[in-house]
């Protein structure tokens, strides 16, 4: 990544990520990413916020070569996670000069994950200033915006929000700018989807204090920078909210063809009562589609083959996901097939211990789903209808 100026004074210095396909050996990165970090000049003091993942730091000590930066005085660690602060230790080895500005948590992980000396370390606290001669660092505690170390860090001369993860999108560009919120909205709502929904209560009380600073752009750790912030602060009051669409959510394997049958049954029967639903077959869904359309989903129906005594692994595995990205949904239910026996459905409700969903009744058939499954699966797909409709989803 080339360095670039996006306001006087200010550069973007940080790398782009063309090859990555996975994040957290969890998180598909279909459009890869970059890892955002950005170079503040005063008259007296220069201030980096952030660095980048290990694997580019040679890119971002060439562009400061680049930029001829002898000496910086601050590092800002905004976010104590490897992506972001994987290269303090180069660039304060680079810069021996340099004082870290961090929380006080923050302190003490990167103390544990980078083995920083905490003597390295200030801690800034909500609305403390450090100013850098014509320019003003400002830093705002978000704790649990992601991890609960997490600041934000609002330069007050350019106006310019440096958000961390809060407001980015995994997505290599070569664009700097998002000019159009629309084009990247699918890219901005799969990221909030797997990284900030676990938290969108503690960010949906950020949101206003975020919207009320005079802000001339938001540039966050991943993906490009919003000139215009509004349309982005719109769709995280939207995500972060607790407003439901009449969606259905259906994650399932199927072995043998027989919860894929009732499957089927159901969405027929969700379409025809006017309820939208998506199924994903979980042997060959991307797990970032399925965090996507939970966003939104009023109800989430897992489908379930029993492999010897219990649910199928990957579906055991979907549960858990959705149980840790803590979905807004208000209904839940399982559905599925059984040969001799088995604890699918119990296994299934006992990981789902972070959802406040009202459990409907599940159906389960032994072996193929037969009239009687059927109409089963019938009478489920009505009183989804109906508890969409009593909250006045339909």
């Not at 303090?88 to 961090?102: A, D, F, Q, T």
């Not at 001669?133 to 400002?138: H, I, S, V």
């Not at 990247?184 to 929904?197: D, G, H, L, T, V």
Request: net charge negative; with cysteine.
């Amino acid at each position: 990544m080339v360095v670039r100026e996006i306001s006087p004074g200010i550069y973007a210095v940080g790398a782009i990520d063309w090859e990555r396909r996975l994040f957290d050996a969890l998180i598909p990165l279909p459009q890869g990413t970059s890892y955002n970090a950005y170079l503040v000049q005063g008259s007296e003091k220069t201030a980096l916020i952030d660095t980048v993942d290990p694997s580019r730091e040679l890119d971002l000590i060439t562009n400061l070569v680049s930029l001829g930066v002898e000496r910086i005085d601050y590092l800002v660690v905004n976010h104590a996670e490897q992506d972001h602060a994987g290269t303090v230790p180069m660039v304060l080895e680079l810069y021996p000069g340099s004082k870290v500005l961090c929380s006080e948590k923050c302190r003490d992980l990167l103390v544990r994950l980078e083995g920083i000396g905490a003597e390295r370390c200030e801690v800034v606290g909500d609305g403390a200033a450090i100013p850098l001669g014509g320019r003003t660092l400002r830093f705002l505690s978000t704790p649990y915006v992601h991890w609960p170390e997490t600041i934000l860090t609002y330069e007050e001369t350019s106006r310019f929000l440096f958000s961390c993860d809060l407001f980015g999108c995994h997505l290599a560009t070569s664009e700097l700018y998002c000019d159009d919120f629309l084009t990247i909205a699918q890219y901005s709502k799969r990221y909030f989807a797997e990284i900030m929904m676990p938290f969108r209560k503690s960010i949906a009380k950020y949101l206003d204090r975020i919207g009320g600073l005079p802000l001339a752009g938001i540039a966050p750790s991943h993906g490009p920078i919003y000139r215009d912030p509004a349309p982005v602060l719109a769709a995280y009051r939207e995500w972060s909210g607790d407003c439901l669409s009449n969606h259905v959510v259906i994650p399932y394997v199927s072995m043998h063809g027989s919860v894929r049958m009732m499957v089927m049954r159901l969405c027929d029967t969700l379409m025809g009562a006017g309820v939208k639903v998506h199924p994903f077959d979980l042997t060959v869904t991307d797990i970032g589609d399925l965090a996507t359309t939970l966003v939104d989903a009023a109800t989430l129906v897992i489908g379930t083959p029993t492999v010897l005594f219990g649910a199928h692994p990957q579906v055991i595995g979907a549960a858990h996901l959705a149980n840790l990205l803590r979905p807004r949904a208000r209904f839940a239910t399982v559905i599925g097939s059984y040969g001799w026996g088995g604890n699918a459905v119990d296994q299934i409700k006992g990981v789902l211990t972070h959802l406040e969903v009202e459990f409907l009744d599940p159906v389960m058939a032994h072996g193929a789903p037969d009239a009687k499954v059927l109409q089963d699966i019938d009478r489920l797909g009505m009183a989804i209808r109906d508890r969409h409709a009593s909250l006045g989803l339909m």
